[in-house]
C-alpha cells in the first residue's frame, strides 16, 4: 500500500459530507482531550479538532500526506504532533479518543488483524475513551470492480479491479512525474459489518452510535471496561 504518489490529489477523492459526519459525531460523543488521529490523510480532520481546541496527533503511513498535514497546520496556524504510525503496532501512550476516517480499517486485509488492530486502540484509549472508525460496505467495493479514470489537471491514471478475497478491490494508479510514470497500487477489503460488530465487542467495546452512508457505515464505540483486553 502506497499513498505518497496520491498526496497531492488526494483530496480531490474524499467526500466532504463524511467529514461533515465526522465533525457532528466528535462535537456530540467526545470533550476536549486528546486525539490520535490514525491514517489521517492530508489532516483534514486533524485540524479541524486542532482549532477546536483539541490536543491532536496525526499519523500516517505515508511521509508526503505527513508532509501536507505540516504544511496546512502552519498555513492555518495550528499546532499538533505529527508521525507516522501503523494500527498493528502498540501505541506508547493513552488518549482520550481514536479516529480512523475513510477506509483505514479496510486496509487491515484479514479478521485477525482487524482484532489485533483494535485490541491496540483498545487498550491506547483512557477509560471512558471514544473510538471513531468506518468501513466501506460490500456492495460499494464490489462495484468499483472494472472502474477506470484518467485525470489530465494532476497526470494520473486509476483503474480498479475486483481482488483476490471476496469483497476486495485493487487500486492501481499511475502517475506522471518528472516526464516518467510511478505507479502505485492500493488493495482493500471488507468483511461483513457483523463480523466487525463481534471482534469489537470481543475486545471489550460498547457501540454507542452506528450511521449508515451510502457507501459506508461510521461506529461510534466506547470503552468501558476496567481493564484491556488482549488477544
Known amino acids: 500500500m502506497d499513498y505518497d504518489l496520491l498526496a497531492t490529489f488526494y483530496d480531490s477523492f474524499i467526500d466532504p459530507e463524511v467529514y461533515d459526519e465526522y465533525i457532528k459525531l466528535i462535537n456530540e460523543y467526545t470533550s476536549i482531550g486528546s486525539v490520535l488521529d490514525i491514517g489521517c490523510g492530508t489532516g483534514t480532520l486533524s485540524i479541524e479538532m486542532a482549532k477546536a481546541g ?43 479518543t481514536i479516529i480512523a476516517s475513510m477506509d483505514v480499517i479496510n486496509h487491515l486485509t484479514d479478521l485477525e488483524d482487524v482484532e489485533f488492530g483494535f485490541t491496540n486502540i483498545y487498550n491506547s484509549l483512557k477509560q471512558n475513551g471514544i473510538f471513531i472508525f468506518d468501513v466501506l460496505s460490500a456492495e460499494y467495493i464490489d462495484a468499483l470492480d472494472g472502474y477506470k479514470e484518467k485525470d489530465e489537471e494532476y497526470h494520473f491514471s486509476w483503474e480498479s479491479h475486483k481482488g483476490d478475497k471476496p469483497h476486495s478491490i485493487l487500486h492501481t494508479i499511475k502517475v506522471e512525474v518528472d516526464g516518467s510514470e510511478e505507479e502505485s497500487t492500493i488493495y482493500e477489503v471488507t468483511h461483513d459489518f457483523a ?32 481493564k484491556p483486553q488482549s488477544l
Request: proline share 3%; glycine share 2%.
Open 54 to 96: 483539541y490536543n491532536v496527533v496525526a499519523t500516517d503511513l505515508s511521509e508526503e500526506m505527513l508532509q501536507i498535514v505540516s504544511f496546512r497546520a502552519k498555513e492555518e496556524d495550528v499546532e499538533l504532533e505529527i508521525a507516522m504510525y501503523d494500527m498493528l503496532d502498540p501505541i506508547e501512550f493513552l488518549f482520550d
Open 195 to 226: 463480523e466487525y460488530e463481534r471482534i469489537f465487542t470481543k475486545v471489550g467495546f460498547t457501540q454507542l452510535d452506528k450511521i449508515i452512508l451510502p457507501e459506508r457505515t461510521i461506529y461510534v464505540l466506547h470503552k468501558d471496561e476496567m
